[in-house]
């Protein structure tokens, strides 16, 4: 048992008062007036043998009192050393390493390693040990579960071999966040709940200001741990950073427009003049002639690039500064899409009554997404070269049968085909498409229209109308239909059905394309199809199964996820440094952007390109003030700089005794005794102050 | 002994000292003793110089000239000195004992209230007959003195005078004596209350000085039952509340000697008093007051205004 103020035992010195005051009291136990003592002669009472026996015990009950409130004030405590029973490690110490962009500055980085490896150094053999890093989000790199289930010469090894791999990323600081994390995972005991360890949390960062500590300030501590950061500072405060400011969507990027950047200027930079330009990817220079800027310390400036001088750069630089982990930024080139319909019919494109008007109608003729329709009449005549690019093939009237078999072999290739059934004399081409001997179709003329009743909303035809509230179809009337039966197309799936049963739309599978059956057509003649809203959706989601990306903003930050519908076709993700990785199908989202640059997701005939950029608070590079923990009401240990030392004895043992408080129960120990003592006194006294009738 | 003695009809009528010291007023206490016991006022055969006017008698040189009538003398050439009928008959100095041997008390009240009450009361009863009552309370020395007068605002005065608490360190019984004999040239009564724990030697032969004068001299010795029984049980250590000295003494071993030095020094007060013809009335203060003045009221019918002359020189 070790004592945090020793010098309180000198209070047991007063064990001698009680053996002096029951000295004293033996003679002068009680004083009692009386008028004169002329007449009284001098006859000193004797002492009995029983009162000297009892006032033994009072005397040990009053000095145990005494020396009992003697060790109380002397705060006791056992040291953690008795406590484990063998072990000698007195911490649950996690290592925090900051990780994010902002610590790429020259030399920071190499400084938090060797704070961390200098924490590791003066941690002991009981002791249990974490390493975490952290920038948006919480790494484990060693938790307490490994370090205790390794053995104990091999840890420290292990942590530095571990350290030895990090390096930091480029992403944002979510420090509030991880802090708490982190703080939760100390003050868990795993089971060890008897075991008092100090618990340590030692934060080693930049601290810059756009870590988001801020909302640290709420955060209620776990009990007992204690909170220490190392600030590691940087060679050089001399920082600005460069970021884009993106129009709203990809699709407003104009390759010809102007780009806007911002330069922000650390409040400590002892620079103000910068050059903005367009980067040049065969060096570290600029294409083109850099814009002068100037930007006081602590503010940011607005910077308008010229048009960029060819279509294929996609990064802007800024030079002036001393790190350059936030100097480029990356302005995606639009990818353009520009694809091509082969409509097959016999109708004019004039005819405001016929399915090639309202083909073109829908389909948007410009952008980067541009489908461009290409009408051919159905003969024999029609070169295959003009129509084999083509992303989609439409068919209202019958073929020839020299169409018939490259059209076929497209499909087998993996195009699409619809055939829209403009009358019964069709059948014969379906047939011959399907493959199938024959198929039975019949005009249909409903009393008064037809409705389709029964749709397949899973299927990519009718996937733009998943949400309900899309699924109302009723305003949509037939008039006419060709009857078919799905009987003689057995390979086929009804994707739709009017509601007196017959098939609507069908898909039949051939090869790795795909043939789309309307028996109906879009013309007013036959129905209300292309007036509905529901036509363009229903074209595009024919047009572009796959490709109905979610996420449509041009730029995002290190770490955003964006998601994107489910492919059934295989698509590759193209990363900044230029190598691919396969998109599992089904996917609907991508978490892997963690490096800066212009990712493109490349899919069956269509592309999509992202700018990944810094977060722009990594810029602010500038130190918070060391007080702000104490104003997050942090835990804040004895010192920052020392931090990678264990706090000295004193400070330890003063800790203890604050959690073992074993003063209270030496108080409540020396109460019972004086109680128990007063008790002893009274029940004495009541019995001496009844008359001896042998005194009389 | 608490209990009073009992009335005819078989239920106490005398009040318990202890429950009568509970009334703050001293006043108060001396209207209550004295309520069942006053007898009323009676005329003074004796003549002074006051409102009533009774004869007149020939001017002889010592008299004083105030009381000349100067109208008898222009008309018949005489000097006449007119006489009065005096209201007050009887002189009486009750002679209190502050000193702090008074102060002990172990019935719930002290020698000294005790003292102080029967003082207060026989000034009250004395004042109701119309006479004069004065005050002297002395300790080491003559603390105060209040010349006896009959007026308004005399009682009160006495009763501020015995509300005092006694103080002195000790008592000196010849100190009143002599200074008595300095002022009260005519005769009178003297009552003296006190403890007499005092040495004797010298009180006899003032006290004869007292009774030649004429006073009539009636001594209350007022003891503490514990004073008589010596009653500890325990060892104790015993103050003395005069002197401050310590004794530590086994009780039982000090009883016997104790109550026959004590009873030796009573008996020696009590045989003083009875050669010098003074009366002599041991009272213990849980005795109701009420018989005290029962006592005094006896005692002084009983004695009249008989002198006993007896000499000084016999006294031992």
Redo the contacts between chains.
């Keep these: 048992m070790n004592f945090l103020a020793p010098w309180f035992l000198l209070g047991g010195l007063a064990l001698g008062l009680p053996v002096v005051f029951h000295l004293i009291q033996r003679?002068?136990?009680?004083?009692?007036?009386?008028?004169?003592?002329?007449?009284?002669?001098?006859?000193?009472?004797?002492l009995t043998k029983r009162s000297r026996l009892e006032d033994l015990l009072l005397l040990l009950v009053r000095c145990l009192a005494l020396l009992l409130l003697a060790l109380g004030f002397a705060r006791p405590f056992l040291p953690r050393s008795e406590l484990l029973a063998g072990a000698s490690g007195t911490q649950r110490l996690l290592i925090l390493i900051d990780s994010s962009a902002s610590m790429r500055r020259t030399g920071v980085w190499a400084e938090a390693v060797r704070r961390a490896e200098s924490a590791l150094s003066h941690t002991q053999t009981g002791d249990q040990v974490a390493l975490y890093t952290f920038d948006r989000e919480l790494k484990p790199i060693l938790t307490f579960s490994e370090w205790m289930a390794t053995a104990s010469d091999q840890r420290l090894a292990i942590a530095r071999s571990r350290l030895a791999t990090l390096s930091p990323s480029w992403a944002s600081t979510q420090l509030a966040s991880c802090v708490e994390r982190a703080a939760e995972i100390v003050a868990e005991r795993d089971g060890e709940k008897s075991v008092p360890l100090q618990s340590r949390l030692l934060l080693i960062s930049d601290q810059q200001e756009g870590s988001h500590a801020d909302s640290l300030a709420g955060y209620e501590w776990p009990p007992g741990v204690s909170f220490e950061v190392v600030a590691i500072a940087a060679q050089s405060r001399n920082n600005a950073g460069l970021h884009w400011a993106p129009p709203a969507g990809l699709a407003d990027i104009k390759p010809s427009d102007p780009v806007q950047v911002r330069v922000s200027n650390a409040s400590e930079s002892q620079r103000d003049r910068f050059q903005v330009g367009w980067s040049d990817p065969s060096s570290t220079g600029f294409k083109g002639n850099p814009v002068e800027v100037t930007v006081p310390p602590g503010q940011t400036r607005t910077v308008t690039l010229p048009v960029r001088p060819d279509p294929a750069l996609q990064s802007v630089r800024l030079r002036g500064d001393d790190d350059a982990f936030d100097n480029e930024v990356f302005i995606p080139t639009p990818v353009s899409n520009h694809r091509s319909v082969a409509y097959f019919g016999t109708d004019p494109a004039t005819d405001t009554h016929q399915p090639l008007f309202f083909l073109k109608s829908a389909l948007p003729g410009t952008g980067p997404n541009a489908v461009e329709v290409h009408a051919y009449l159905p003969t024999s005549l029609i070169p295959t070269n003009d129509w084999a690019a083509s992303s989609l093939l439409v068919v209202t009237d019958p073929l020839p049968d020299s169409l018939i078999t490259p059209l076929r072999t497209r499909l087998d290739g993996g195009s699409t085909v619809l055939l829209s059934m403009k009358s019964v004399a069709i059948s014969n081409t379906l047939a011959q498409l399907a493959g199938v001997p024959g198929v039975s179709l019949e005009e249909a003329a409903p009393p008064d229209f037809a409705l389709l009743g029964e749709i397949d909303f899973q299927h990519p035809v009718f996937a733009p109308f998943t949400d309900p509230k899309f699924h109302d179809f009723t305003r949509i009337h037939f008039w006419k239909y060709r009857r078919l039966d799905a009987a003689s197309l057995p390979k086929a799936r009804v994707v739709a059905r009017f509601d007196h049963g017959d098939p609507a739309i069908l898909q039949l599978d051939l090869g790795r394309g795909r043939l789309i059956i309307l028996t109906s057509s879009w013309a007013p003649v036959d129905s209300q199809w292309a007036l509905s809203t529901k036509f363009v959706p229903w074209l595009l989601g024919i047009l572009e199964p796959e490709a109905v990306v979610e996420t449509t903003a041009a730029q995002l930050l290190v770490g955003d996820p964006w998601t994107f519908s489910p492919n059934t076709e295989p698509r590759t993700m193209r990363f900044p440094d230029g190598h691919t990785v396969p998109v599992p199908t089904g996917t609907t989202q991508f978490n892997g952007a963690s490096t800066p640059g212009i990712y493109r997701l490349d899919g069956a005939g269509s592309s999509r390109v992202w700018a990944v950029n810094l977060d722009p608070s990594e810029s602010r590079t500038t130190p918070i003030d060391s007080k702000e923990w104490a104003r997050f009401g942090a835990p804040v240990g004895p010192s920052s700089p020392a931090a990678v030392a264990p706090p000295p004895l004193r400070a330890s043992g003063a800790e203890t005794e604050g959690q073992q408080k074993l003063w209270r129960w030496f108080l409540v120990a020396t109460l019972l005794i004086l109680g128990a003592e007063s008790i002893v006194t009274g029940l004495r006294r009541l019995r001496?102050a009844q008359?001896?009738p042998s005194?009389? | 002994m608490k209990a009073a003695s009992p009335s005819p009809s078989g239920k106490s009528t005398l009040i318990d000292p202890a429950t009568l010291m509970r009334l703050g007023s001293l006043e108060w206490r001396a209207r209550i003793i004295v309520e069942g016991t006053r007898n009323g006022l009676h005329r003074s055969p004796y003549h002074g110089f006051s409102v009533e006017f009774t004869e007149y008698r020939q001017y002889t040189p010592g008299d004083d000239l105030r009381h000349l009538d100067w109208r008898v003398f222009a008309r018949s050439d005489r000097y006449e000195i007119k006489k009065f009928e005096d209201e007050t008959n009887l002189r009486c100095h009750l002679v209190v004992d502050q000193s702090r041997s008074m102060g002990y008390g172990s019935c719930g009240l002290t020698k000294a209230d005790y003292a102080a009450t029967l003082a207060a009361t026989l000034a009250y009863f004395l004042e109701l007959r119309g006479d004069a009552v004065g005050l002297l309370t002395f300790g080491q020395t003559v603390q105060e003195y209040i010349p006896p007068r009959h007026r308004t605002g005399h009682l009160r005065q006495l009763m501020h005078a015995l509300e005092k608490t006694p103080d002195a360190r000790e008592t000196d019984l010849l100190a009143p004596v002599q200074r008595l004999l300095s002022l009260v040239p005519k005769r009178g009564m003297m009552v003296f209350l006190s403890d007499f724990l005092a040495p004797l030697d010298g009180l006899e032969s003032l006290l004869a000085s007292w009774v030649a004068i004429g006073h009539e001299v009636i001594a209350f010795q007022i003891l503490d039952p514990r004073e008589l029984a010596f009653d500890f049980a325990q060892p104790t250590r015993l103050e003395d509340l005069e002197t401050g000295r310590m004794l530590a003494l086994d009780p039982n071993a000090a009883r016997e000697s104790y109550l026959a030095a004590f009873h030796r020094h009573n008996e020696q007060l009590q045989k003083l008093c009875e050669r010098l013809g003074v009366g002599f009335r041991q009272l213990v203060t849980d005795r109701p007051l009420e018989l005290a003045l029962t006592e005094f009221i006896d005692h002084w019918s009983r004695t009249g205004r008989r002198v006993t002359r007896t000499s000084a020189g016999r006294a031992a």
């Design positions: 003679t002068t136990r009680d004083r009692t007036p009386f008028s004169s003592l002329r007449f009284v002669t001098v006859s000193p009472p004797r001496q008359p001896t005194l009389a």
